[in-house]
C-alpha cells in the first residue's frame, strides 16, 4: 500500500499487535528498497508468530541524510497499521529511525539489530520503553561497504539506559552486518550465523507476544 508520506508499506497477517520493520539506509539519496535482511526474517517469523502482524517499510528516500523524511515515512507506517501494541523492529539505519518513533503511543519496545544509533541522536523517546539490541561482533564499516560498530550500538544502548530504558543488548560472536543478502539474480542469501539472529528476535517476539518485561544487557 502507498502510505500518505508516499512511502509504501506491506504488510503480513490480520489484526493484533505488530510488527513494524525499518530497512537500514546510505549517505547518498536513493530510491528507497525493500530490506533484504528484513525479507528474510519475515518469510521466517510469521508462520512463527501468526498472531503478530508483520509490517515492512519502504523509505521514499533510504539516506541517512533524508533521516527526518524516513522518521516521517515510519510514523505514517505505524499510523497505517494502527495496531493497539506496536514493536519497532529497525536494522542499521532503521535503528536510528526506530528509536525516533519509539515516543509514539502505541509503541512499546525497539528491537535494533546492528542498530546505527550516532552520539548526536537524542534517545528521549525510549524514556520508559524497552530497548533490545543484537549486533554481529564483526560488523565494521569500511569503504564503499555499510556497517556499524557494535561499540556505537553500546554507547547508544548505554545512553537510553541511563534514561530509564529497559532491554538487553547482544554481541552475536562471528555476525556480521545483517542477516541477508539479495543475489543478483533476485535470491535472499543468509549470512553467517543467520539463524542465531532469527532465534534471538524469535525470543524477544515471543516476549512481546506475551506482554513480557525488562532485561538485562549480555554478550
Known sequence: MILSTGAELRVTGNGGPAVVCMNGGQAAAVPGTWSATIE??????????????????RYRVKSWRELDGCIADARAAIAEVAAPRTLLLGFSMGGAVSIA??????VECVLGLAPWIPD???VEPLRGKRLRVLHGSLDRAFPAVPGVSPELARR???????LGAVGELTVIRGG????AL????G???????ARLWLDLISDELKRFARNDGAGRVSE
Open 40 to 57: 528474510w526474517l519475515v518469510a521466517r517469523l510469521a508462520p512463527r508468530f501468526p498472531e503478530l502482524r508483520f509490517a515492512e517499510l
Open 101 to 106: 518513533c519509539a515516543g509514539d503511543p502505541p
Open 120 to 122: 548526536r541522536l537524542s
Open 156 to 162: 547508544g544502548f548505554e545512553r537510553a539506559r541511563a
Open 176 to 179: 556480521v552486518h545483517g542477516v
Open 182 to 185: 539479495r543475489a543478483p539474480w
Open 187 to 193: 535470491a535472499l542469501v543468509p549470512l553467517p550465523r
